[in-house]
């Protein structure tokens, strides 16, 4: 009896300290935990701090910039001087560009022939066939030359018309001064003598310009002037308008030649050129006398104005 209750004794005194064991290992455990997730906590913030410092799993390959955070570079100024500088224009230079001609090289020693037959056409008026002309020639050289100019018309089985030989000479790369004699034909009654001088040449924007004045034998003055142009629609497709008036200094009824401003015509005409030298062409023109040379036209039964289509060839030989 006395051994069990001896061993009851000692069970009984183990059972705190076993309890008391298990809850220091449960309190050891739960430290034991709460110290790993220190560690955790302190590792990741650790991790942290070197990845925003750049201590990644890659350290040691820097990252890319972003492409806004590159500074461009200024670019390199542009050279003030040529790579092969041109060197400067001397007097020498210059006269070996333009040097003086001799005698030898006179721009008139050779002799050219040219004839423009600028208007050869005809047309039909009401069943009457009419024909009107108009060319230029010369021949010389580059400075001096001699011209042939005529004009006229045949209609009505009547022909009348003027031919003038000049003396021209050169002034500039564009124009040159004419003066010579021109003689009127036709009917008795409009034969005349003139004295001429003009100009005639290039303007500027590739106008042809041609003003001439005329003193008569019988006191008469005319000023005649006439102006064209050339229009290239295609290489072989050229339309030319053509503005001409002519001014007297008085009445001369007999010829029906009214003072100030006379008549006044214009047209245009479109050329196909078939060779550099004959192109056919068909145009419109248009007349009108003005003051009282058209009172002597109405008064001779004659129309005031006329207006004509017509049909014709431009050559050059």
């Not at 705190?16 to 034991?32: L, W």
């Not at 990252?63 to 100024?77: G, L, T």
């Not at 008085?250 to 050129?273: I, M, P, V």
Request: hydrophobic share 40%.
């Amino acid at each position: 009896m006395m051994k069990k209750l001896l061993l009851l004794g000692g069970i009984c005194s183990m059972l705190p300290a076993t309890a008391f064991a298990q809850h220091q290992g449960h309190e050891m455990h739960d430290m034991h935990g709460m110290k790993n997730m220190d560690s955790m906590a302190e590792k990741d913030a650790t991790e942290g701090d070197k990845t925003s410092k750049g201590d990644t799993p890659h350290a040691g390959h820097a990252m890319p910039a972003p492409q806004a955070a590159i500074a461009k570079a200024p670019p390199a100024p542009a050279p003030t001087e040529p790579k092969t500088p041109i060197p400067v224009l001397t007097d020498a230079d210059r006269a070996a560009a333009f040097p003086q001609l001799s005698a030898s090289h006179s721009h008139d020693m050779p002799m050219v022939t040219m004839v423009n037959i600028d208007r050869l056409e005809g047309w039909d008026d009401d069943g009457k066939l009419g024909l009107n002309w108009e060319l230029n020639s010369w021949t010389g050289g580059d400075i001096n030359r001699l011209w042939i100019r005529s004009s006229g018309e045949r209609e009505g089985g009547k022909t009348s018309g003027n031919v003038e030989l000049l003396y021209g000479r050169a002034k500039g790369a564009w124009w040159d001064i004419v003066g010579g004699i021109r003689q009127d034909f036709g009917p008795a009654d409009q034969d005349q003598t003139w004295a001429a001088l003009g100009i005639q040449g290039l303007a500027p924007y590739m106008f042809e310009l041609s003003a001439t004045a005329y003193v008569s034998t019988t006191g008469q003055f005319m000023a005649k002037a006439e102006a064209e142009y050339d229009l290239l629609l295609t290489n072989r497709l050229i339309l030319q308008p053509v503005v001409e008036m002519t001014a007297y200094g008085k009445n001369d009824g007999a010829r029906g030649q009214g003072s100030g401003l006379s008549s006044f015509e214009t047209g245009a005409r479109l050329r196909y050129r078939i060779t550099r030298s004959i192109a056919p062409y068909v145009g419109f023109s248009y007349e009108r006398a003005l003051g009282n040379s058209a009172d002597y036209r109405h008064l001779e039964g004659h129309n005031v104005s006329d207006s004509r289509i017509v049909f014709g060839i431009n050559s050059w030989f």
